[in-house]
T-cell receptor, first 114, second 116 residues
Framework: KAGVTQTPRYLIKTRGQQVTLSCSPI?????VSWYQQTPGQGLQFLFE???????NKGNFPGRFSGRQFSNSRSEMNVSTLELGDSALYLC?????????????FGPGTRLTVT | AQTVTQSQPEMSVQEAETVTLSCTYD???????LFWYKQPPSRQMILVIR??????QNATENRFSVNFQKAAKSFSLKISDSQLGDTAMYFC?????????????FGTGTRLTIIP
């Protein structure tokens, strides 16, 4: 099976712009979660989607949003980019909702905001 | 709030030695899972090992094993016969429950370097 894929892998944007990141989960996986990884804050949970519904959301401003499609692919959007949004954005999929399932991570999208 | 604490930001050991990474967590739940994830340099995060809290037996996966102390809320990872490929960031993770929905909360990580 193909692993979790994320596109694009690298992105450079300027302040004030918006960006959309894409994640394709492992085939058959219905849950997709997004994380932000920075040297200062570490790994922080953004949100989780399951069956096209947001199940949980981390402590991020409303500029961060996401959605999931019927084929389980997910996108996250960040509007009005700030310098502090520069980070590695990781997507992870798992078979179903629930804390017992192993998450499989993608390679991440490295976002640089200038 | 539930937290996960890794008190060792960096560690280094000689190849073939044994190393233990520590992790403590805080929760009021009784049944839960704990995970150790590994993130090699410039590579994807992968699951190393998983522990179910209701199981008294410590989980093992080849050279990797855990010392799970439920009462102390401690979940350490032992790597035996360390290899160069074990060089990575290691994260302890706990599915924090929020009204029945879980979000994976990570510790700050331990950067492990295996010295040839």
């Amino acid at each position: 099976k193909a692993g979790v894929t994320q596109t694009p892998r690298y992105l450079i944007k300027t302040r004030g712009q918006q960006v959309t990141l894409s994640c394709s989960p492992i085939s058959g996986h219905r849950s997709v979660s997004w994380y932000q990884q920075t040297p200062g804050q570490g790994l922080q949970f953004l949100f989780e989607y399951f069956s096209e519904t947001q199940r949980n959301k981390g402590n991020f401003p409303g500029r961060f949003s996401g959605r999931q499609f019927s084929n389980s692919r997910s996108e996250m959007n960040v509007s009005t980019l700030e310098l502090g949004d520069s980070a590695l954005y990781l997507c992870a999929s798992k078979l179903s909702a629930g804390g017992s399932y192993e998450q499989y991570f993608g390679p991440g999208t490295r976002l640089t905001v200038t | 709030a539930q937290t996960v604490t890794q008190s060792q930001p960096e560690m280094s050991v000689q190849e073939a030695e044994t190393v233990t990474l520590s992790c403590t967590y805080d929760t009021s739940e009784n049944n839960y899972y704990l995970f150790w994830y590994k993130q090699p340099p410039s590579r994807q995060m992968i699951l190393v090992i998983r522990q179910e809290a209701y199981k008294q037996q410590n989980a093992t996966e080849n050279r990797f094993s855990v010392n799970f102390q439920k009462a102390a809320k401690s979940f350490s990872l032992k790597i035996s016969d360390s290899q160069l490929g074990d060089t990575a960031m290691y994260f302890c993770a706990f599915p924090e429950s929020n009204f029945g929905n879980e979000k994976l909360t990570f510790g700050t990580g331990t950067r492990l370097t295996i010295i040839p």
